[in-house]
T-cell receptor, first 114, second 114 residues
């Protein structure tokens, strides 16, 4: 079945540091890929998405490129801020027209210190 | 446009009781999915409803059930509560366009079973 693997956390960075969070996936079809962010005490917010190979999703300085050859969707940001501290989830949706289930990775907690 | 709303936000129940959680999707969204989030298991898919029909179901016991109404609002019910049912229950709605399922999440209902 479908699965998403994220790098182990937590991750602690200093403000303005470069961020990379690794994500790889296994899917039988051609999934759409997502990064969601969860701030303390809140639900999930969609951060960015990519729907086909070589697509680059971007939002709020974050970027991720859909790499079919390596089945990866790594999240990057050039300069993190304290306000980026949150839990980040990589997810896929192998939408077939019959369902819209999301499969999530375990999430990784990012802490950014001033 | 209002986002996904969930009620109540917090619930405390005791073992053996039952509970009903409610979710109102974004206006115009016909798909509603439910997820359980726990520290140990992460985010797990419960079920999805589309046009009042359960379209997909995760690997949860029959104590977990749901339904969707004609206005797309959804409820999930958990009967005979167990301590392990303590979790954050997230609802997500989606507007399916061209096969891409982008889900928008509510803030969740925090269920504590004592």
């Amino acid at each position: 079945g479908d699965s998403v693997t994220q790098m182990e956390g937590p991750v602690t960075l200093s403000e303005e540091a470069f961020l990379t969070i690794n994500c790889t996936y296994t899917a039988t079809g051609y999934p759409s890929l997502f990064w969601y962010v969860q701030y303390p005490g809140e639900g999930l917010q969609l951060l960015l998405k990519a729907t086909k190979a070589d697509d680059k999703g971007s939002n709020k300085g974050f970027e991720a490129t859909y790499r079919k050859e390596t089945t990866s969707f790594h999240l990057e940001k050039g300069s993190v801020q304290v306000s980026d501290s949150a839990v980040y989830f990589c997810a896929l949706s192998d939408y077939t027209g019959a369902n819209s289930k999301l499969t999530f990775g375990k999430g990784i907690t990012l802490s950014v210190r001033p | 446009k209002a986002g996904v709303t969930q009620t109540p936000r917090y619930l405390i129940k005791t073992r053996g009781q039952q509970v009903t959680l409610s979710c109102s999707p974004i206006s115009g969204h016909r798909s509603v999915s439910w997820y359980q989030q726990t520290p140990g298991q992460g985010l797990q898919f419960l079920f999805e409803y589309f046009s009042e029909t359960q379209r997909n179901k995760g690997n949860f016991p029959g104590r977990f059930s749901g339904r969707q109404f004609s206005n797309s609002r959804s409820e999930m019910n958990v009967s005979t509560l167990e301590l392990g049912d303590s979790a954050l229950y997230l609802c997500a709605s989606s507007l399916e366009l061209a096969g891409v399922s982008e889900q928008f999440f509510g803030p969740g209902t925090r269920l504590t079973v004592l």
